[in-house]
């Protein structure tokens, strides 16, 4: 028997579940949550409840940058022959994909962090410069998931 296509199968439903996840929810942080807290919310409830909802997204956040790049190698290196025989759009794909996955690393170590401490210290000026700071690169990063997503499953069908 050969398994070879049922790994396929399992390996890009995961990597595209991961992407939806991942995608989905800066969508809904960026383009519903943020207006509305922006809007209704004190600073110091505000800040807080960004960190909070942050460090739940962010783990699954985590999960999609681990599972993304290996179900995505694994697919070309078992499936494809590896990077010679795959199209333009896969080689897109991987490079605007790494871009994100280095963006989410430094809003993870770098503001995020700051975030959280400025929070525990009770320094919501400072806080609100961070969070400024990670709306920003995750609005980028949405954008580039959006373009993603599109290079992903409608540039496949071009007859490029
Ligand atoms: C390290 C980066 C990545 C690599 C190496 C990679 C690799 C791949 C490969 C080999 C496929 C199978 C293509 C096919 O069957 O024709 C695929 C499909 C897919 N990828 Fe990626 N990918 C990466 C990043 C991403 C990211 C960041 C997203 C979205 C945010 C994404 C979304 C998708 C989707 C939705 C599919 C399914 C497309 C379809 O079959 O219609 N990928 N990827």
């Known amino acids: 028997m050969n398994w070879e296509p049922y790994y396929f199968s399992i390996a890009i439903s995961l990597h595209a579940l991961a ?3 991942w995608v989905g929810g800066m969508f ?3 383009m519903a949550l943020r207006p509305v807290v922006a809007k209704l919310l004190e600073p110091a409830v505000r800040l807080t409840l960004w960190t909070r909802t942050l460090t739940r997204f962010f783990i699954w956040v985590w999960l999609a940058v681990l599972i993304i790049p290996i179900s995505g190698y694994w697919m070309i290196f078992s499936a494809f022959g590896g990077f010679a ?6 080689h897109l794909m991987q490079g605007l994909g790494i871009i ?3 963006m989410f690393l430094h809003v993870f170590f770098a503001p995020y962090k700051r975030l959280r401490n400025a929070v ?3 320094d919501f000026q400072e806080g609100a410069k961070h969070l400024a700071t990670i709306r920003t690169l995750i609005g980028l990063n949405l954008l580039i998931g959006l373009i993603v997503t599109v290079t992903a499953i409608g540039l496949e069908h071009m007859p490029v």
């Open 100 to 102: 994100m996955i280095l």
């Open 28 to 30: 809904f942080a960026y």
């Open 85 to 90: 025989g795959v199209s333009w759009y896969i």
């Open 120 to 122: 525990k210290a009770e």
């Open 19 to 21: 992407a939806v996840v």
